[in-house]
Structure formats: structure tokens, C-alpha cells
């Protein structure tokens, strides 16, 4: 079993419709959350930390649940320009805070 | 605006031969990782050095070696390359756990 799993889609959605994509992690022990963003042949960028209270970024929302261990991130109003590829990376505790990263969830936004 | 630079976009080589992959970074990072990332099995950790002249074995560490002599720059090797290392490489750094984790842009090697 992966220690980060995520649907890998690919969720296609009109422009203007709301997507939420969620991640479970098997570690209990994770620390802290993270949703990277990866475009077509590029390299991953940091998206948005995820806190236990729940944080939002403009359009986009990321929760977590530890207890269910699971992690969500809700995108509003979807652009094209957020077609991508989305990773959700957990920080596995212990030693030298390894982050893990998902294989990624694809999102294809069109109009 | 910190910078992950890596030596090759693209690289072919053939099986056996000895392959160097460079990275830089210019924010004075400790800590640098290497990555190789393939469809469906996302980003997996190959070494990583939080110091000069440290490394540490990440989950897939076969048939790669690391070299940090200077803080800016973080090789990794393939002593004998061989066709299932063929794959994304992405190198990365951070300066500590809780800041932002920075990645180059990628080397896509093919190995025939």
C-alpha cells in the first residue's frame, strides 16, 4: 500500500465549476501537509501548506482530518489555467522529515 | 526568487555507461534532495544531504551514489546505467523543514 494515495483522475470540468480532490496517508505519525501543483513538464510547485484548522487561498481550500487521516483541497470557480497536475505530499515524521509525495491527481479544465 | 538549476533538460545514454547528474542552488540551502518521478509511482526519494559531505539513503537508493563537496551543488551518479533508470530526475532543495521545499526543472534521461 502507498504510504500517500490519490485518485489520479483525470477530473475534466468546465471553467467555473468547483472540484475538490482528496488524499489519504497511511502514516500516522505525519507531521505537516502539503498540496504541490505540477504543470505539463514542469517541476512541482508549492501550492498551499494544509493546517488542522483548515486554510483557504483565494479559490482554493485545503482541509485536513487526521483522525481520518485523509486531506481534501477544494478549488472554486475553476480556470483553465489551473488545468494541472495536482500532488498531495505529506512530511513523514522522524529522522531527517522525509516529505512523501503522492502520485498526483490530473485536472483538465475546459471551456 | 530562490533558483534549482540542473545540468541537462535531456539526456540519452546507453546501458553501462557512467552517468552524472548535476544540481545547483543559490539560496544557501542545507538541505538538497534528489528525486526520480514515473507515471503512477509519483515522486520517490532517491538520497538526499542536509550538509556538506552528508547524504543519507532515500526509499530507492540502488544504483545511485550522491557527492556534496560544496553546499551549492548536489550530484547524483548512476555508476552503471541501466534501461529501469530510465525516468524524470528532479532535484530539490529547502533550508529547513517547515519552509518551502524548491525544485529544478528536471532532467529527463533515456537510457537505451
Known amino acids: 500500500r502507498k504510504e500517500v494515495e490519490q485518485d489520479p483522475g483525470p477530473f475534466n470540468v468546465p471553467e467555473g465549476a468547483t472540484v475538490a480532490f482528496n488524499c489519504t496517508y497511511s502514516n500516522s505519525a505525519s507531521q505537516s501537509f502539503f498540496w504541490y501543483r505540477q504543470d505539463c513538464r514542469k517541476e512541482p510547485k508549492l501550492l498551499m501548506s494544509v493546517y488542522s484548522s483548515g486554510n483557504e487561498d483565494g479559490r482554493f481550500t485545503a482541509q485536513l482530518n487526521r483522525a481520518s487521516q485523509y486531506i481534501s483541497l477544494l478549488i472554486r470557480d475553476s480556470k483553465l489555467s489551473d488545468s494541472a497536475t495536482y500532488l498531495c505530499?505529506?512530511?513523514?515524521?522522524?529522522?531527517?522529515?522525509?516529505?512523501?509525495f503522492g502520485a498526483g491527481t490530473r485536472l483538465a479544465v475546459h471551456p | 526568487d530562490v533558483k534549482v538549476t540542473q545540468s541537462s533538460r535531456y539526456l540519452v545514454k546507453r546501458t553501462g555507461e557512467k552517468v552524472f547528474l548535476e544540481c545547483v542552488q543559490d539560496?544557501?540551502?542545507?538541505?538538497m534532495f534528489w528525486y526520480r518521478q514515473d507515471p503512477g509511482l509519483g515522486l520517490r526519494l532517491i538520497y538526499f544531504s542536509y550538509d556538506v559531505k552528508m547524504k543519507e539513503k532515500g526509499d530507492i537508493p540502488e544504483g545511485y551514489s550522491v557527492s556534496r563537496e560544496k553546499k551549492e551543488r548536489f550530484s547524483l551518479i548512476l555508476e552503471s546505467a541501466s534501461t529501469n533508470q530510465t525516468s524524470m530526475y528532479l532535484c530539490?532543495?529547502?533550508?529547513?523543514?517547515?519552509?518551502?521545499?524548491?525544485f529544478g526543472p528536471g532532467t529527463r534521461l533515456l537510457v537505451l
Open positions: 530539490a532543495s529547502r533550508r529547513t523543514v517547515q519552509e518551502t521545499q524548491y
Open positions: 505530499v505529506v512530511l513523514r515524521g522522524g529522522g531527517y522529515n522525509k516529505l512523501i
Open positions: 539560496m544557501d540551502h542545507e538541505n
